[in-house]
């Protein structure tokens, strides 16, 4: 009996050990468990829920129980609860309803078509720009002037080049993404310090291996800043291209409720954007953590999570 | 001001008996008449002025002069990280740059410690080490794994391999800097007033680490400081330079002998060495000051 006690109090030993061995070697996931914990134990997520409390209840109050000017006409926070968590919504849309999900589907599918496209040459280009100075000296003025047009004075050109709906709207979409991804991935191999590219050449690289060793991971940082700012316009101009050109998606839904006037499914899509965009941008994060573990591990250990 | 003179020490050193000894060993730098002009030609601001002096093979030579004096030029031009205007600078009698070629290649023979350090952050401290070796492809990545390994053991880092250079204090990182040019059996090792960052307590550790990782390996030593104490406890040679355009204005042969402790900085000779140096860095700290030049 005391054997088993032992063999149970060595399992517990044990268990305890590789639990240390886990933290110490502090993968992705383990830091974000801890920070959600760490997170959980914080005053912040009860100050975040006295925020939103605050913000529901001045709605709740000042358009279903005031009626205060301005707020009389809006939607009040309960019809849009209801609405929104209706078997059977009044004008349609619930998350009950196929169709919502459709509207999320379609956004986000092109969300991520052209995020991965303005990825896939923002990154490529803004590394050659900040790479190579002959390069961006006849790359970059033109991209400084189209840069300021806004993605919306695009519109009738793509819809005059592209046909149908949908690829003007992901033409759009991608535009303000590619600009934030070229400009910050260039100004991130323009932060990288000069000594590390010297360093790298002391130490017998050749100009690709400095690009491959240097250039890159030096650079990333910004990419992830920049990739977070990407996802961020790439909503904001989606919406604006769904309202001018396509069928389905979230911006769709706001822009023919509001002709249809159907007001409480207006705020449905507001707060389903926010979500969703959130969630995105989230993602990014945490990829970029994933990728950045030096980093993740530098600012652990400088007190800020 | 009058100095007393010391034997040892003079304006054109006299070959030692050791130059025999040392002319087996790798890394002698012979800087010749060399001039650096930043700028237009004729515009352009003179930031080394005929500038002639030896770093002896297998020894540590200290290059002393206020801050922005020009001597991290030098130090560039043998790097080949900056092109002369004039004169040659030879590595063991090869031309490294002069007449017909400006700039020298970079190469592993010449390895630099930076002012700041420039361990790679996204790389962990084994994989920094090992970059040299693998990016010359002399190693396969085992070969060069094992022997960052060995190295590291050898001065003291073992456990924190798998690090990176964010989690470890400042004088641990430029030891790891240290060993990184050192894995690739470099002929000279050029340091740019790299415990310029440190705490006075981490420097004085980290010199006597770097005399330590010196008497082992013997490796030429090219050390830039604008602190007096620290060249002359280190070094075999010092010299001293004027303020911009950097010249030297007294080279002296610190005969303290090797290997040297902390126990040093209390004997006589090297505060002689202190009394006779003071105030000729001093001259130039205040031509620096008067000329404008800023701490960089």
Redesign the interface.
């Known amino acids: 009996m005391s054997e088993v006690e032992l063999a149970s109090f060595r399992g517990t030993d044990a268990r305890r050990a590789m639990t240390s061995d886990t933290v110490s070697q502090a993968t992705s996931l383990a830091l974000t468990m801890y920070r959600l914990s760490s997170w959980l134990k914080s005053p912040r997520p009860y100050l975040m829920l006295i925020g939103f409390a605050g913000f529901l209840g001045f709605w709740y109050l000042a358009v279903e129980i005031w009626k205060l000017p301005r707020f009389a006409e809006m939607p009040g926070l309960t019809q849009v609860l209801t609405e929104w968590l209706s078997r059977d919504p009044t004008y349609g849309l619930s998350i009950f309803m196929e169709e919502y999900y459709l509207h999320i589907w379609v956004s986000t599918r092109r969300i991520a078509i052209a995020f991965f496209l303005a990825t896939a040459i923002g990154v490529p280009l803004g590394l050659f720009l900040g790479w190579s100075k002959r390069f961006m000296q006849f790359v970059f003025p033109v991209f400084e002037l189209l840069r300021p047009v806004p993605p919306l004075a695009w519109v009738p050109l793509a819809i005059v080049m592209f046909h149908g709906s949908e690829t003007p709207v992901i033409f759009l979409t991608f535009l303000a993404s590619f600009y934030a991804t070229a400009l910050n991935t260039m100004l991130g191999v323009e932060s990288i310090?000069v000594?590390?590219v010297?360093?790298?050449?002391?130490?017998?690289?050749?100009r690709w291996?400095v690009f491959r060793?240097?250039i890159v991971?030096?650079a990333?940082p910004y990419i992830f800043t920049g990739l977070q700012i990407s996802v961020g316009v790439a909503w904001f101009s989606l919406v604006a291209g769904e309202m001018v050109s396509g069928q389905y998606g979230l911006g769709y839904v706001i822009n023919t409720s509001y002709t249809m006037v159907r007001y409480p499914t207006i705020i449905i899509g507001m707060v389903t954007l926010g979500i969703v965009g959130y969630v995105t941008s989230a993602a990014i994060r945490l990829l970029g953590d994933y990728m950045?573990?030096?980093?993740t591990?530098?600012l652990a250990?400088g007190g800020e999570r | 001001m009058n100095v007393q003179p010391v034997p040892t020490s003079g304006f054109s050193p006299t070959p030692s008996l050791q130059a025999a000894a040392q002319a087996a060993r790798k890394g002698g730098v012979r800087i010749v008449d060399v001039v650096k002009m930043y700028g237009v030609e004729g515009a352009g601001v003179l930031a080394v002025d005929h500038c002639t002096f030896d770093v002896p093979a297998g020894e540590i030579t200290v290059v002393v002069g206020p801050s922005g004096c020009g001597k991290t030029t030098l130090l560039n031009a043998i790097?080949?990280?900056h092109s002369l205007s004039g004169g040659s600078i030879y590595l063991d009698d090869e031309m490294l740059c002069g007449p017909g070629r400006l700039k020298a290649e970079?190469?592993?023979d010449?390895?630099?410690v930076?002012?700041?350090?420039?361990l790679?952050?996204?790389?962990?401290n084994i994989d920094n080490i090992a970059?040299?070796p693998l990016?010359?492809g002399l190693m396969t990545r085992a070969e060069a794994y094992e022997k960052a390994r060995d190295m590291m053991a050898d001065a003291g880092l073992r456990g924190i391999e798998r690090n990176?250079?964010?989690?470890i204090s400042s004088g641990v990182r430029r030891r790891v800097e240290i060993v990184?040019?050192l894995m690739?059996d470099p002929k000279i090792l050029l340091l740019d007033e790299p415990y310029r960052a440190l705490d006075s307590l981490t420097k004085s550790v980290m010199h006597e680490a770097l005399l330590e990782i010196f008497y082992k390996n013997r490796v030429t030593i090219f050390f830039i400081t604008h602190d007096l104490e620290e060249a002359i406890f280190l070094g075999h040679r010092v010299v001293i330079m004027t303020t911009r355009p950097c010249r030297p204005k007294k080279i002296l042969d610190i005969d303290i002998p090797h290997p040297r402790d902390y126990a040093v900085l209390t004997t006589k000779r090297f505060r002689e060495f202190m009394d006779e140096t003071a105030a000729a860095v001093h001259e130039e700290a205040i031509k620096a000051f008067a000329a404008g030049e800023m701490e960089r």
């Not at chain 1, 010297?198 to 050749?206: E, N, T, V, Y």
């Not at chain 2, 930076?114 to 420039?118: P, R, T, Y």
């Open positions: 310090d000594s590390y010297r360093a790298a050449s002391c130490l017998g690289a050749k291996q060793h240097i991971p030096g990333l950045m573990q030096w980093r591990r530098e250990l | 790097a080949g990280f970079p190469g592993p010449r390895i630099v930076f002012q700041n350090g420039a790679f952050p996204w790389k962990t970059f040299g990016m010359q990176y250079p964010g989690e990184r040019a690739n």
